[in-house]
């Protein structure tokens, strides 16, 4: 995977030199660190809603300050100030439709995707390298996670919010009793024979067995390092947590109470709200968030829509009925955007001041055009990490300003992400437009 730090060979140089040439507003060397506040621990969530969009109702009008946004995205006015909005990224390379799109918008081509790679990064101070939730995600889908921790290897996200709060927080007791030694002792025994065994394993099979339990391997030493973990849950307060009372009904045997429509909007805002607890409360420092998933079949009620989203998004032409029910889900999905990005603002970060300032937010779909299938003018938003040198409020129009006149390659997006949580990379997955990232 192309991501490894400051490649200083020949080719990087004139990487860097291709990167020049493509405009002004693109980034050649992003150093977030010199702009970073002394305390800011960096943090990134990733959010993914499906389907892509219609451009001309979603990508902003006007100059890079001043910028109008049309109907899709206007609910995002709300927080327009804490968002930077991004046209002209194409993610080329991969596969093609919603299968494709879905694989590479966080992986840029390569092996490993971003928020699973950042969360490696900083595993060893955090007792979960990063966490994955989804509302719906995987529900009838047969497309696709956009989390891969190797070549072909999805992380499929947690869609039952009470299962990933206990993963997180446990039962919130901090009781050192004899019980609760001795079942982490047995758990630990079973770790090590595991590992051992794995560890025999590896050493008599080939190149390709070997990455694959190489992955396992690191796992379960994921799972050994937080069983050992000391991290004072008790210290950061989960009360508020669930305060709607939801519950998994045992009888909802299909669709799952978490699968349900009519839980659609409740499920998201736990996951949300769990989103927000995991990153102020020093459980992970990289996590994402996929609302249903490509191809979707969700239907929401309070968007007044009677289409399915994917139905939707194959809307024909932009003054159809099917346009406007697709407008209708994206302005939805915006609302839940803006809740997040607000939920962020007013929680305070351990470090001081607003967790959303520490955290860089990225915004993302699988597809450009909906109705194309396309991977051209994909949806990105990035809000928040001020503390980490990022400017938001503004407005990147990069369309021809890639080589030839062409797109911006998404994967610059990856890189400059990266570099505002602290890594010094100068591409990730894919490098056919040589280094560097965008002026975020």
Not at 274 to 286: D, Q
Request: hydrophobic share 40%; charged share 20%.
């Amino acid at each position: 995977m192309s991501h490894s730090p400051s490649r200083s060979s020949r080719r990087g140089f004139l990487g860097g030199l291709a990167s020049l040439a493509i405009a002004p507003a693109l980034e050649v060397a992003l150093h977030p660190k010199l702009a970073r506040g002394a305390t800011a621990v960096p943090k990134a969530l990733f959010v993914y809603v499906p389907d892509g969009c219609i451009p001309q109702l979603w990508h902003p009008s006007g100059s890079e300050t001043v910028f109008t946004l049309p109907a899709m995205s206007e609910p995002l006015n709300a927080i327009k100030s804490e968002c930077t909005f991004v046209d002209g990224l194409e993610m080329f390379a991969g596969g093609a439709t919603h299968e494709g799109g879905v694989r590479k918008v966080l992986t840029g081509t390569g092996a490993q995707s971003l928020d699973v790679w950042l969360g490696r990064q900083s595993a060893a101070q955090v007792p979960f390298a990063s966490l994955h939730l989804g509302v719906g995600a995987n529900f009838e889908n047969g497309s696709g996670s956009m989390s891969f921790v190797g070549a072909g290897q999805e992380m499929k996200p947690e869609d039952n919010p009470l299962v990933a709060f206990e993963r997180l927080f446990g039962t919130g007791s901090t009781s050192n009793s004899a019980a609760e030694a001795l079942r982490k002792r047995q758990e630990q025994s079973l770790l090590d024979l595991q590992i051992a065994e794995l560890s025999a394993l590896r050493a008599r099979v080939g190149a390709e067995e070997k990455a694959k339990l190489d992955l396992h391997l690191t796992a379960v030493r994921d799972l050994e390092r937080r069983l050992q973990s000391t991290t004072a849950v008790a210290a950061c307060s989960t009360a508020s947590f669930n305060g709607s009372g939801f519950r998994v009904i045992e009888t909802d045997y299909y669709p799952k109470t978490y699968h349900r429509e009519d839980r659609f909007k409740q499920v998201g805002k736990l996951q949300q709200d769990l989103a927000v607890l995991a990153l102020a409360c020093g459980r992970t420092r990289s996590a994402s968030l996929m609302w249903s998933h490509p191809v979707s079949p969700t239907r929401i009620s309070e968007a007044r829509t009677t289409l399915n989203n994917h139905d939707a998004s194959h809307y024909g032409s932009v003054g159809s009925a099917s346009a406007q029910q697709f407008v209708a889900m994206k302005r939805w999905f915006m609302q839940r955007f803006v809740e997040l990005v607000q939920a962020l603002a007013a929680t305070p970060d351990a470090g001081g001041g607003r967790l959303l300032d520490s955290t860089v937010v990225l915004l993302c779909s699988e597809l450009g055009d909906g109705n194309n299938h396309d991977h051209r003018r994909v949806p990105f938003v990035i809000a928040g990490g001020r503390s980490l040198g990022l400017r938001p409020g503004r407005f990147l129009d990069l369309r021809g300003r890639g080589p030839g006149g062409g797109s911006v390659a998404h994967a610059k997006l990856l890189v400059s992400v990266a570099r505002a949580c602290g890594q010094a990379i100068d591409t990730f997955g894919y490098d056919g437009q040589g280094s560097g990232g965008i002026g975020i």
